[in-house]
């Protein structure tokens, strides 16, 4: 089992050796086009601030025939049909977005002690819609570290 102190280590320590980390100091072409989408990212996280503020539901539509049984209403994002409950998940997933959009802006900041509590505001927001899942998010993660732990170098994919 994981220990809770050496979690973070842990877990570093793994992504390093599967070469997550590896393009330091120089960078890879993929990590510098991931970089670039934070302009994207700053536009996603000002979207959801103006929901989160105003109660703004533009962005989704009715959906006319929910074709699932447990849909009590039917909001579309393009085809796709949720549930009241895959609503709720998305939002909170859309918050950890936006948590990860704060922790850039601390990066960008130089503001090391405001990074590290985001990153912890992330964790929490993870904790959270895991709970309501009826998972234990420490235990799934120790399960996904056990399972990269023995994947290919960059999991088989190019840098």
């Excluded at 949720?82 to 859309?94: D, G």
Aim: some cysteine.
């Amino acid at each position: 089992m994981v220990e809770k102190e050496s979690f973070s280590a842990q877990m570093h320590t793994t992504a390093q050796e599967k070469g997550f980390w590896s393009d330091l100091p120089e960078l890879s072409q993929n990590t510098l086009r991931l970089a670039t989408l934070y302009p994207e990212l700053l536009q996603l996280m000002e979207r959801i601030e103006l929901i989160r503020a105003t109660k703004y539901t533009h962005a989704w539509s009715v959906h006319p025939e929910c074709k699932r049984s447990e849909c009590i209403y039917g909001l579309s994002l393009e085809t796709t049909i949720l549930t009241p409950s895959e609503v709720k998940i998305l939002s909170k997933l859309v918050l950890v977005v936006s948590e990860v959009g704060e922790a850039i802006e601390a990066l960008l900041e130089g503001n090391k002690k405001g990074l590290k509590e985001e990153l912890a505001d992330i964790v929490v927001r993870a904790a959270d819609i895991s709970g309501f899942l009826g998972a234990e998010v420490l235990s799934e993660a120790e399960k996904k570290w056990e399972k990269n732990k023995n994947r290919p170098f960059m999991h088989g994919k190019n840098a």
